[in-house]
């Protein structure tokens, strides 16, 4: 079983049998039984916050079920000395270690750690990895025979309830074992999500293990959206994207949508839970930091088959239906249904001075779309583009190789849509363009929201009438493509401070 991007993996247990009667007892009753491991991909400085937390100096790396070795405190602290040492990951420190048996005795266990040169030895069962015997805990029950000391296992739970705030106390058979998960960085992460001229309308309040996810209409786009429908796709985005960053830490978590039937902002609780966790959630949080919108032109080169199936894929698995449009024909009626809805929304009162408003913040704004984020359209385009006419924009193409080919693109054209159209819907609808999002982003593909043609009732149905021919409703369009040859890297878009979007505890 492949590692998951996760870095911290659950305790395993084999119950001790009752301490041995003898002057030489085994393993199994000297070991730390309660197991925190780290997978290869972990960090140097994860693996050192979760040593220190959890209050041990060795910490087994896990691929799976597997344990490859061990990694050491001195391993960590000499890493940290390391010019560029958040490059460096556990896996590249992991070092293996002698074997025990559980019915190995103290003896016999004190020679295999010493002819190793190692202070640590696995206990394995069969395959299974069943404990950790230090050199630590055979001084402690060396100690107590002399002294008739009660020992107590390197590592043990030393208080009650969380370390500190953000971390929580999983369940854990017959004994409790804190979980270090920083709730405060999770939310953090989730804020990256992308959100209608980066509005960013939501609020978050984070408890003991709980997270609630809260609309703000006080950034809800009156007169682009006054459904609300762009407000909540962007909060079910972020939902997303704060289910990939509790499952990277290894958590499994449980979301109630709607928990407030008294509160219809009070969109969702997310609930941390023992178990494992969501695996395909976890593979894609390296992409959190890398997804960007791109506004620009695309690579001429088309979308392979196999990753638009896993696009496909990634909006199904959050009750989401994708479709590609395909053939000149229908992308020709999609492009007149957008132009139409762009005119349309030109006569909305208040659409023009709303636009403005979201693109020329000053700057040092943490919101809205920046200037530095906007191409102008290529010079010599062919075909009606997608994208929504903006004021002005500063970024700049890609240059145009040589050769006779025309500036328009090969990036696809999808169309996001549900079965229903409740508030329900269009906030897992905002989750599932996370995943699609995040997917495309993982294989290395651009990415561009397009939310302008759902916001006029009149061109949303024409899309479902004469584009897609289908009873769901669509709900987003996505543009999807591979990135221009000679495209620059696109400036991060800014984002408020958590404590700017924190409601009281």
Known sequence: MPADPSWATGPQRLDAPPEAADDDPPATALMTHDLIGIVPDATVEVALRLMVHVGVRHLPVMEGALCTGLVHETDLALASTVPGRVLLTVGDLCRPAPELHPGDRRGAAASVMHTGGTDAALVVQGDRLVGILTATDLIRSLAADVHRLPRQPLGAPTGEGPARPGAVTVPRTRRSVPVPIDLDQAVTQALRAPSVHNTQPWRWRIGTGTVELHADRNRQLDAT?????????????????????????????????????????????????????????????????????????????????????????????????????????????????????????????????????????????????????????????????????????????????????????????????????????????????????????????????????????????????????????????????????????????????????????
């Open 225 to 505: 959206d006054p459904g609300r429908r762009d407000l909540l796709l962007s909060c079910g985005a972020a939902l997303h994207h704060l289910r990939v960053a509790v499952a990277a830490a290894g958590l499994a978590a449980e979301v109630d949508l709607l928990p407030d039937p008294n509160n219809s902002d009070h969109l969702a609780t997310l609930t941390l839970r023992p178990g494992p966790p969501d695996a395909d959630a976890a593979a894609l949080h390296r992409a959190i930091a890398l997804r960007c919108t791109d506004r620009r032109r695309m690579s001429h080169w088309p979308v392979p088959a196999g990753q638009v199936r896993a696009l496909v894929d990634a909006a199904h698995r959050y009750g989401a239906l994708l479709v590609p449009v395909e053939g000149d024909a229908a992308r020709g009626r999609l492009a007149a249904a957008l132009d139409d809805a762009a005119r349309r929304q030109a006569f909305v009162p208040g659409y023009a001075a709303e636009l403005r408003t979201w693109t020329s913040r000053y700057s040092a704004a943490r919101d809205g779309v920046p200037a530095t984020s906007v191409a102008p359209s290529p010079v010599g385009m062919v075909g009606s583009s997608p994208l929504r006419r903006f004021p002005h924009g500063e970024l700049r193409q890609p240059h145009m190789v040589d050769g006779p080919r025309a500036p328009d693109d090969a990036a696809v054209l999808l169309v996001l849509a549900t079965a229903a159209d409740e508030v329900r819907d269009q906030v897992l609808a905002g989750e599932a363009t996370s995943a699609v999002l995040l997917t495309a982003t993982r294989l290395g593909l651009a990415t561009t929201p397009l939310s302008q043609g759902m916001e006029v009732d009149a061109t949303r149905e024409r899309i479902r009438r004469d584009v897609l021919r289908i009873p769901e409703l669509p709900q987003l369009l996505l543009r999807i493509g591979l990135p221009a040859e000679h495209a620059e890297e696109l400036p991060p878009t800014p984002r408020r401070d958590l404590r700017a979007v924190l409601l009281p505890g």
